[in-house]
């Protein structure tokens, strides 16, 4: 019907019952490698490292949750995710990147990538 204004208004209800952008932020991280077991150990490893930090959050009153990890599709790759939900504040930055930082410098995790996105649009 071409209504834009009630589309944008439902879109922005749905998005803050959700909570999705704009009213709290995602990070995607993904990992990715040749072998599928070696992906998913790391995101199963990730997971765990993630879910203390996440529990302490919303101990203090901060909503922060974590899924996965789901299949996100590749070539010849496989590739898999974990998304956060919070608000991109200094302390999720630090805690992310000192993660990302650690998984990189595992020589179990040698020739997998790993990186994580803000707020990503696909």
């Known amino acids: 019907s071409?209504?834009?204004d009630s589309f944008y208004q439902g879109e922005q209800q749905m998005r803050a019952l959700l909570r999705f952008p704009p009213f709290t932020d995602?990070?995607?991280?993904?990992?990715?490698g040749g072998e599928e077991s070696?992906?998913?150990r790391?995101?199963?490893?990730?997971r765990r490292s993630l879910e203390p930090?996440?529990?302490q959050r919303r101990q203090q009153g901060r909503e922060t949750e974590v899924l996965g990890p789901a299949p996100a599709g590749?070539?010849?790759r496989y590739r898999y995710c974990l998304m956060v939900k919070c608000q991109n504040d200094k302390d999720a930055r630090a805690t992310l990147a000192q993660l990302l930082r650690l998984a990189q410098q595992d020589q179990v995790n040698r020739g997998l990538s790993l990186f994580?996105?803000?707020?990503?649009m696909d």
């Open 2 to 4: 071409q209504d834009y």
């Open 26 to 32: 995602l990070f995607r991280i993904t990992a990715s």
């Open 38 to 40: 070696q992906v998913l």
């Open 42 to 46: 790391l995101c199963a490893v990730l």
């Open 53 to 55: 930090w996440a529990q």
């Open 74 to 76: 590749g070539n010849n």
């Open 116 to 120: 994580i996105d803000v707020n990503p």
